[in-house]
C-alpha cells in the first residue's frame, strides 16, 4: 500500500476553501523558497503522527489553534485531509482507498474530530464501494480502537509514518550525549540514540551486514573514519556513546564532538536509510537532509535515497540546488506563495512542458532561472 496524494485544506499557509492536493511517488522532493510552505506539510506529518498515537489534544495544546488554522479560527474554523491510497492486490487488481479526517474548532482554544471515515473505493473480494464512519465530535481518532480490517489496516500503515531533522548537532544535541542501550526499537526522529541503534545493528546475527553498508558509505563520505566503537561506557554498561576510531589502525578513541557537523548528519542519514528493510519505516519525511553536507556527500545522500525508495516511500523538503539535480522532474513538486490568495501552492512538474528547457539546462538551472517557479 503507497500514499499517493494528499488532499489539504485549512492547514496552517493552505486556504481552507480548495486546499492543495499534493501527489506523491516513491520519493518526493518538495523544492521552494523560505515561507513557501515546505516545512507546513512536513509538520502535518508530525501532527498525523500524534494523532495516531491518541495525542492529537497534546500536540494541539503545544501549538496553539491560530497556529494550526489556516489565518487562525476567525478565518478557518476547520482543517480536513483525505489520503489517498493504492495498494496492489493478489488478483493483481489496483485496490484505492482513501481515508478522510476533518478537524473543527472547539472552545476553549482545542481542535476536535467533527468527522473520520473510511472509504473503499476499488479492492477484489468487497461489494464496493464501501464507506465506514469512525468518529464524530471525539477529542481524538477512533482509527486504532476501530475492529474493521481496513481500519487496522490503515492504522498499521499511519503508524509507519516517521520525520526526521537531524540539524541539531550542537554541544547539548542528544545524538553526542550518552545513550541507554535499549533504546533501540527504532531511530528517533533526531537521532538522539543513533549510538544504540548502530550498537543494536552491529550484534545482530542478521542485521551485521546492514551495519557494514552504513559504515562502507559513511567511509566514502569521510575517508578517514575507520568504525564505530560502541563499547558500553566504563563503569555504566547501560551507556552508549557514539566513539569512533578512524582507518589508521590506531586505537585512539574519537568521540562525537571531535566530528564536523555534516559529518554527523550524514551518519544519521546513512544509519536511517540503509537499515534493514523490515525496519525501515513505512513513509519516511526528511527536511532539509542538505544541510551542511559537502556536494560528494549530497550525491552519495541522493543514491541511498533512490536505495530506500525501493522499499519505503520518501518525501525531503530542499533548497539544495545539488540534491535537485540528483533527480528527475517527475519526483518534483514545486512550493510557492500565491500573494494573491495568501496561501500555499504545490505544482508537480511536466516533464513533456520542459522537454525543451531540459535538453539544454539542468533543474537547478531551470529553478534559478525561474522556469519552475518556486523563486522568492
Known amino acids: 500500500m503507497k500514499l499517493k496524494q494528499i488532499h489539504l485544506r485549512g492547514y496552517k499557509s493552505i486556504d481552507g476553501e480548495s486546499g492543495q492536493k499534493i501527489p506523491l511517488g516513491d520519493v518526493t522532493v518538495l523544492l521552494g523558497a523560505n515561507g513557501s510552505g515546505k516545512s507546513n506539510l512536513v509538520s502535518f506529518f508530525t501532527m498525523l503522527n500524534f494523532m495516531t498515537t491518541g495525542a492529537l489534544q497534546q500536540y494541539v495544546g503545544k501549538q496553539g489553534v491560530s497556529r494550526l488554522l489556516f489565518y487562525g479560527p476567525k478565518q478557518t474554523e476547520s482543517m480536513s485531509f483525505i489520503l489517498c491510497f493504492e495498494s496492489e492486490t493478489a488478483q ?12 473543527s474548532y472547539g472552545v476553549p482554544d482545542r481542535l476536535y474530530v467533527s468527522e473520520e471515515r473510511i472509504f473503499l473505493h476499488k479492492k477484489r473480494g468487497y461489494l464496493l464501494p464501501l464507506e465506514y464512519f469512525l468518529a464524530s465530535g471525539s477529542a481524538e481518532l477512533e482509527l486504532k480502537k476501530n475492529k474493521n480490517p481496513a481500519s487496522k489496516d490503515l492504522y498499521g500503515w499511519l503508524s509507519g509514518i516517521r520525520t526526521y531533522q537531524f540539524h541539531d548537532t550542537s554541544d547539548t544535541a542528544k545524538i553526542k550525549d550518552r545513550g541507554y542501550v ?36 559513511i567511509q566514502r563520505v569521510m575517508p578517514q573514519f575507520g568504525d564505530f566503537n560502541l563499547e558500553s561506557i566504563p563503569g ?38 540503509l537499515q534493514p528493510p523490515e525496519l525501515l519505516p513505512r513513509f ?27 522499499r519505503t516511500q520518501v518525501l525531503l523538503a530542499t533548497q539544495s540546488m545539488r540534491l535537485v539535480d540528483e533527480f528527475s522532474p517527475e519526483q518534483l513538486v514545486i512550493v510557492e506563495r500565491d500573494e494573491e490568495k495568501r496561501c500555499s501552492v504545490f505544482t508537480k512538474l511536466d516533464s513533456e512542458q520542459l522537454k525543451d528547457w531540459l535538453g539544454r539546462y539542468s533543474l537547478s538551472e531551470l529553478w534559478e532561472k525561474n522556469v519552475l517557479g518556486g523563486q522568492p
Open 236 to 273: 555504566k554498561k547501560d551507556y552508549v556513546r557514539l566513539n569512533w576510531t578512524d582507518n589508521t589502525g590506531s586505537d585512539y578513541l574519537f568521540d562525537p564532538d571531535q566530528l564536523s557537523d555534516g559529518s554527523l548528519r550524514f551518519m544519521a542519514l546513512a544509519t536511517l536509510l
Open 92 to 103: 493483481d487488481t489496483t485496490a484505492r482507498d482513501t481515508y478522510e479526517v476533518s478537524l
Open 284 to 310: 519516511i519525511v526528511l527536511d532539509e537532509p542538505e544541510l551542511g553536507l559537502h556536494p560528494a556527500a549530497i550525491a552519495e545522500l541522493a543514491g541511498i535515497i533512490r536505495s530506500a525508495s525501493q
Open 182 to 217: 535499549d533504546d533501540a526499537t527504532y531511530l528517533r526522529s533526531d537521532a538522539g540514540n543513533l549510538a544504540a541503534f548502530l550498537k543494536m545493528l552491529k550484534e545482530h546475527d542478521d542485521y551485521h551486514k546492514y551495519y557494514e553498508r552504513i559504515v562502507r558509505h
